[in-house]
């Protein structure tokens, strides 16, 4: 700044400027905004000669480049604005070049006039008659509204209240202006579309924005306060719903079908949940993991989907997702070399539905097999507790998933009462083996001990019963 | 890109192609860099069409220690022929006509030994093809008209040595096989556990009545 005015003045003094630019050894430099903390502490008192900016700020004589062309000749000229109508005339400055007593004075377009309405005595008698308005006051307001072209600020400040000694606020002027230019309208064209005045929300709209303007700085800290607090409040109402969310989500789980997430866990989470189940409902295995025939959908793979457009090819379609796990992928490995199927087989759209299906399958019957289990640990269980009572039954053979080996039932193991179904070849090649299963037992026990309704006795039971691997006739 | 490019709505095109090598012994190892194989990895469509109508070059990007790793191929046949002494993972670029098309890669893993396919001479060369289908979401304006331009009706079935119609059924029914059988142990398996499920809940009743 200074050195521009010195430019304008014309009193070049180098000494001083010169002075300014180089700050004395010993003085405290400041740190230039924008440059680096550690890039400052390393140069900071050193000479900065070598370091300073060459570039510096253009000085307003190069901003503004004089001197390129002659001066341009101006005249004195005498205009008439043909906006007004006192033909008033004044002089202005013209570029000599462009002097045409043609052109109209380029200003007058702005001088907007807007046609208020007028209306007869007739008219006034008709519709415009209001009790809180003389015929006097509403030609006054209607003179004014013309004389400012309803500029409302300026009419407000022009309007001379005292003279019909009634005190009116802007939107008094405006209610009445609008309403009357409304009804006279529509009286003269009952088609014509008008907008309409809202008097009282206007007035309610200033107040706000008064009361908002007015507000204290206590006020305003208050209502952060309030606010944050809001924020505070729904944050924790959502945890609180999300909570609730997750534990129906668990009791529905253990009516339902495990879902893919579940799934690899298998018994061990089922069976966590049973128990939660259990305390909850004071009697054992109220719930178990109950597959719902027709929902594939929650075991299934999720393979990628193209959504997306561009080109892609068919084969990624196929690729298993990244992150389903090493025991899932063991069995998908296992089974599909067991049924001569290729892991990338050609793709086509038929075989990409095909195998995709396929070892979502696999996925299921992992989930199912692993269901199994723990419901035959179930029932050997609740035998042995029986037998203690003396009674006993027997479990069918179909049950005994622990007893299937590596290449399905034999034929006479198939089919018949009691038997399962089908050979559960492919089963018996999925591994849906639980490690902690020993885990699961001791959990049991603990549960059943805090049960009430529960005796002393079935708990030492439980723990004999509680090993798996345990040889047992039926 | 600044210019917004237009793409045909709810359209999909589908383009089978093969790749894959044929690969054959060198009649001796080469002493000097210890070659025993001469090899060719391929990229060609399926159907008897002109490939050049909707793409523009193919790349092959073979084991670095080749000279000149990338290959670039602009003209049919899009295929490499060279001599090694080892499989490795051949990276293969398609580019389309029109470059607004991202270019897509399909990884081959070149064979040397295995499989074994015998020619109608009598004479055995390994040989892979591996049917794959590209799929044109929503293409472009330029790349659909391209695709539409060189449509093959009929499977090209001079340039393979395997029957891929053959192997494409083969693999389907494999897999629709397996399928039943898997949904038969699926039935199965739930039948009985639901029955399981009744059997637990009946038996815990009777405990606890005897308590």
């Given amino acids: 700044m200074i050195g521009d005015v010195q430019q304008i003045l014309q009193c070049s003094e180098p000494s001083t400027s010169n002075v300014k630019k180089t700050p004395k050894a010993g003085q405290i430099q400041k740190k230039p905004e924008g440059m680096k903390r550690e890039l400052f502490n390393l140069i900071a008192g050193k000479d900065l000669t070598s370091v300073m900016p060459t570039d510096v700020k253009k000085t307003y004589k190069q901003k503004f480049q004089t001197g390129f062309r002659a001066v341009r000749k101006y005249k004195w000229m005498p205009f008439i604005n043909e906006g007004r109508e006192d033909g008033l005339q004044l002089h202005h400055w013209v570029r000599s070049d462009r002097i045409d007593p043609e052109t109209p004075y380029p200003f007058a377009k702005f001088n907007k006039s807007i046609d208020v309405v007028t209306y007869t005595d007739d008219e006034y008698n008709a519709c415009m008659r209001h009790p809180k308005w003389s015929r006097e006051e509403t030609d006054y307001l209607f003179e004014m509204c013309r004389r400012f072209d309803i500029r409302w600020l300026i009419v407000y400040d022009r309007y001379d209240c005292k003279k019909f000694g009634v005190n009116r606020t802007m939107e008094d002027l405006k209610e009445r202006f609008y309403n009357t230019s409304y009804d006279l309208n529509m009286m003269r064209d009952p088609c014509s579309s008008q907008a309409n005045f809202d008097a009282e929300h206007e007035r309610r709209r200033k107040e706000q924005l008064n009361k908002q303007w007015n507000r204290t700085p206590e006020q305003l800290k208050e209502e952060e306060d309030l606010t944050a607090e809001l924020r505070r409040i729904e944050l924790r109402k959502k945890e609180r719903e999300k909570k609730a969310h997750d534990l129906q989500k668990l009791i529905n789980m253990t009516e339902q079908p ?202 030492t039971s439980m723990a004999m019963g509680g090993d798996p691997k345990r040889p047992r006739k039926i | 890109m600044a210019d917004i490019v237009e793409r045909m709505k709810k359209k999909t095109v589908v383009k089978p192609i093969v790749y894959g090598n044929t690969a054959t012994r060198l009649e001796q190892k080469r002493e000097s860099d210890q070659h025993t194989h001469k090899w060719t990895v391929f990229l060609r469509p399926y159907m008897l069409e002109d490939p050049t109508k909707w793409i523009r070059k193919v790349q092959f990007k073979l084991h670095e220690s080749y000279a000149n790793q990338t290959r670039i191929i602009e003209e049919p046949p899009y295929e490499v022929t060279e001599t090694g002494w080892g499989e490795f993972e051949v990276q293969i670029r398609i580019y389309f006509v029109d470059s607004n098309e991202k270019p897509i890669v399909a990884f081959h893993y070149l064979r040397l030994f295995q499989p074994l396919i015998e020619l109608p001479s009598g004479e055995q060369i390994v040989c892979t093809e591996f049917y794959d289908e590209i799929i044109f979401q929503e293409p472009t304006v330029q790349m659909y008209r391209a695709l539409q331009a060189s449509e093959g009706k009929r499977p090209d079935k001079q340039s393979f040595l395997n029957d891929i119609e053959q192997v494409k059924n083969r693999t389907r029914e494999l897999g629709e096989h397996a399928q039943k059988e898997i949904a038969a142990e699926i039935e199965d398996l739930r039948e009985t556990l639901k029955d399981a499920h009744k059997l637990i809940v009946k038996y815990s009743a009777e405990l606890v009545e005897q308590e």
């Fill in chain 1, 258 to 459: 495990a879902s893919p997430s579940a799934g690899g866990v298998g018994g061990a989470a089922t069976a966590k949940r049973k128990n939660v189940f259990r305390t909850k409902a004071g009697s054992i295995s109220v719930a178990m993991p109950m597959f719902n025939p027709n929902d594939m959908s929650t075991t299934a793979l999720r393979f990628s989907e193209f959504k997306s457009s561009g080109a892609h090819f068919r084969c990624q379609e196929m690729k298993l997702p990244t992150n389903i796990g090493q025991k899932k992928l063991k069995n998908i490995e296992v089974v599909l070399e067991k049924c001569k199927m290729e892991m990338n087989p050609v793709a086509s759209e038929s075989i990409m539905k095909t195998y995709n299906d396929f070892r979502s399958q696999i996925i299921m019957v992992q989930d199912l097999k692993s269901a199994m289990q723990t419901a035959e640990f179930e029932l050997e269980s609740l035998r042995t507790r029986m037998q203690e009572q003396g009674k006993d039954f027997d479990i069918e053979p179909r049950f005994r998933i622990s007893q299937l080996n590596e290449g399905g039932l034999d034929e006479d193991a198939v089919g018949g009462p009691g038997q399962a179904a089908t050979a559960r070849r492919i089963t018996s090649y999925v591994d849906a083996s639980n490690k902690d299963i020993t885990q699961i037992a001791s959990r049991k026990r603990k549960t059943l001990a805090v049960t009430p309704t529960q005796n002393a006795a079935p708990s």
